[in-house]
């Protein structure tokens, strides 16, 4: 049991489930602000180093690749875990002590490194997560990448449901709770996760199955989340819709135990992976150095850059913007809060529809990340010329969720999966760079000048018009990135199409 690729996933899903907590920042900003005495500026700094934390994940690939690649620790990824639980804990425990009082109230440069720890530790999580799925479905990697993906961008909603039920109105113990709760589920399944890269021919309805949980879970949240924001949920409602939600999330065990019986009463014959390395006459797994010296690893850091950082921008602003535009303040928790939703849509959606035209039409994944930049210049326009944040904000959304699962599996294939976590978390810098390109010195500056001019607040299509124009034509820039990407490799993905047919024929 402890081996099985079917068990290993619920286990990675439940961890993916547990430490988003990075998502969560707004539940106890406040209490944070009020309790050290800061002022906006020295918070929103603190904001930042949570984003820095949470995509620089370089040594979380080292670590998974040292552990991986030495017999010490036999297969076991514990101490990868590990090293993410303590960071975890450390970061939140600490905040949580100094909101509390319990020590001096620290310097900020120290509050700046407990934020930093606790978002670093989800790196670990996710890098394990992710890398583990792509070696357990090697076939079908762009789904289970897309799963993982999918789940963390939905944990940040479950917890607030949990805060919501259990806290509400009191996020000094929320935080304590953060310190403890995800760090004791890592540790409790920590020993489940194990690489078991056997390919059957039927993992492909198993994983759809996880897939429909995901899909399940994420339309209850909108529901939930539409609701909140309209009416006051009594007690009574919130726990019934939080329990319900829990044991939605508990479902995907049920999955495991169906896949395994299967396997068991009727073992289905091993298949020779259709994806393997890009140079896969020689078997190259490339290394980082190695990788960052080939063409194709800055046109996929260069469309990151653009996609991510715009991305993350928009949602950094969405609420200045929606202020300006006169939205109401429901309106506007409303589609932050959906964010999350659309977000996990694309992580979901970007994985699975990748695989899906790469084994039917061999089309490669690149082409995903052209199309889905292609739809985000069609969003900031819209966001620019018409001020429309509902349709701009869900297209932003679900495109800048889909980078999340398409950028990983493209860094797996074209690679090697041996350093795939090193790589891909190098690749993922690319998000706070981006962002601090286009929130600060594009969205921010270009505000405050139209700002200055009317006397200290902007009102009105203007405010942002001109950045999102930037915006469009950043993207328009990432689609030729990606496009002379997706022409580097298309014979290779065609390949794969080419041993599918051979092992359907054989």
């Keep these: 049991m402890e ?6 996933t619920v286990a990675s899903i439940w961890i993916q489930c547990s430490c ?11 209490a944070l602000k009020s309790s050290q005495g800061y002022d906006q500026s020295t918070l929103d700094t603190i904001s930042v180093f949570k984003d820095i934390g ?39 425990f600490l905040m949580w002590l100094s909101v509390t009082g319990v020590i001096d109230r620290p310097h900020v440069w120290l509050m700046w490194l407990f934020m930093f720890m606790a978002a670093h530790a989800q790196t670990f999580f996710n890098t394990t997560n992710v890398v583990v799925a792509v070696r357990n479905f090697p076939d079908y990697s762009g789904t289970s990448v897309g799963i ?34 995800p760090t004791l589920v890592s540790l409790a399944l920590m020993s489940f996760v194990h690489a078991n890269p056997s390919n059957t021919s039927n993992d492909k309805p198993h994983l759809n199955r996880f897939s429909l949980i995901a899909l399940i879970i994420a339309a209850y949240l909108m529901i939930i989340i539409i609701f909140q924001n309209v009416v ?36 289905s014959p091993v298949m020779a992976p259709l994806i393997t390395t890009l140079e896969d006459q020689d078997e190259v797994e490339m290394n980082p150095l190695q990788a960052m010296g080939t063409f194709n690893f800055w046109l996929l850091f260069l469309a990151m850059i653009c996609v991510l950082g715009s991305g993350l921008a928009t949602i950094n602003n969405i609420t200045q913007i929606g202020e300006s535009l006169d939205y109401s303040t429901v309106e506007i928790n409303t589609m932050v809060s959906l964010w999350s939703i659309w977000n996990f849509l694309g992580r979901f959606g970007g994985g699975y529809v990748s695989d899906l035209f790469l084994h039917r039409y061999g089309g490669g994944r690149p ?46 294939e074209i690679f090697g999966v041996k ?60 689609v030729v990135f990606s496009f002379v990407l997706f022409l580097r490799t298309r014979r290779f993905y065609a390949s794969i199409l080419q041993r599918r047919l051979k092992h359907l024929q054989g």
Aim: aromatic residues 14%; charged residues 5%; proline residues 3%.
């Design 3 to 8: 081996h099985s690729k079917w068990f290993a």
């Design 20 to 30: 988003g907590a990075s998502y969560t920042f707004g539940i106890y900003s406040a």
């Design 54 to 92: 949470a995509n620089i994940g370089v040594l979380a690939g080292l670590l998974y690749s040292a552990v991986t690649s030495s017999s010490r620790f036999g297969s076991g990824l514990w101490p990868v875990y590990l090293a993410g639980a303590v960071q975890y804990f450390a970061g939140y």
């Design 148 to 181: 993982m993906k999918g789940f963390l961008g939905l944990s940040g909603a479950i917890l607030i449901q949990i805060y919501h039920m259990l806290f509400d109105g009191n996020p000094t113990t929320f935080l304590l709770v953060l310190a403890v709760f």
């Design 232 to 267: 006051t949920f009594p007690s009574w409602a919130q726990i019934l819709t939080t329990t319900i939600l829990v044991i939605m999330t508990l479902s995907p065990l049920q999955v495991a135990l169906t896949a395994q019986r299967s396997e068991q009463r009727s073992p």
């Design 367 to 412: 082409l995903f990340i052209s199309l889905t930049q292609l739809a985000m210049v069609a969003g900031y326009l819209i966001i620019g010329l018409s001020g429309n944040l509902y349709i701009g904000s869900v297209i932003v959304g679900v495109c800048y969720g889909s980078q999340w699962s398409l950028m990983p599996t493209i860094t797996s």
């Design 419 to 478: 350093h795939m976590g090193t790589i891909f978390n190098i690749i993922t810098a690319a998000n706070p760079i981006g962002s601090y390109i286009f929130s600060v010195q594009v969205i921010g500056k270009i505000y405050d000048k139209e700002a200055q001019e009317r006397g200290g607040l902007c009102h009105g299509l203007h405010c942002f018009m001109l950045s999102y124009f930037i915006l469009a034509a950043v993207c328009a820039f990432g």
